[in-house]
């Protein structure tokens, strides 16, 4: 799924570059966040 993604993000990216790579750092961000937490409450527990 997210390969298909990021496939379509960036055929679209030629069009709307900034709009898209904006998007991608979002994404890539709350992924981040997210791992980060799942990892710290494994170490809790």
């Known amino acids: 799924m997210l ?3 990021f496939r379509l993000i960036y055929k ?3 069009k709307q ?3 898209i790579d904006f ?3 979002i994404v890539k961000a709350v992924y ?3 791992s980060h937490i ?3 409450i ?3 527990y």
């Open 3 to 5: 390969q298909i993604n």
């Open 12 to 14: 679209h990216s030629r």
């Open 17 to 19: 570059n900034k709009v």
């Open 23 to 25: 998007r991608i750092l």
């Open 32 to 34: 981040l966040v997210k």
């Open 38 to 40: 799942k990892i710290q």
């Open 42 to 44: 494994n170490k809790c």
